[in-house]
């Protein structure tokens, strides 16, 4: 069985930090691109950033500089550290697996809430 556990969301106030987690399990995690997206109240789910299993990463332009996404195979863990966090940064944040081997296999965490608010 497939499991994603976000950690790490909570309440912050403009122009302060979180680290998200997410720590993947029922997967050979580092075969696997991650992702983080996230979807605010009312907007579609966007892409926040991914890296590949090869280490390659690509950013949303509106976290470029801010935003960084990591990943610990030996702790089949991905991170997003978020720094400088605005208030249009408030989201429910995921944690995406995905798999291209003939078709893509895809995978979802249940989400963590963001809240930048002062």
């Known amino acids: 069985q497939v499991r994603l556990v976000e950690s790490g969301g909570g309440l912050v106030q403009p122009g302060g930090s979180l680290r998200l987690s997410c720590a993947a399990s029922?997967?050979?995690?580092?075969?696997?691109?991650m992702g983080w997206y996230r979807q605010a109240p009312g907007k579609q789910r966007e892409l926040v950033a991914r890296i590949t299993s090869g280490g390659s990463t690509n950013y949303v332009d509106s976290v470029k500089g801010r935003f960084t996404i990591s990943r610990d195979n030996a702790l089949n863990t991905v991170y997003l550290q978020m720094n400088s966090l605005k208030p249009e940064d408030t989201a429910v944040y995921y944690c995406?697996?995905?798999?291209?081997?003939?078709?893509?296999?895809?995978?979802w965490g249940q989400g963590t809430q963001v809240t930048v608010s002062s």
């Open positions: 995406n697996a995905r798999l291209y081997r003939s078709r893509w296999s895809e995978y």
């Open positions: 029922g997967i050979i995690f580092s075969s696997y691109d």
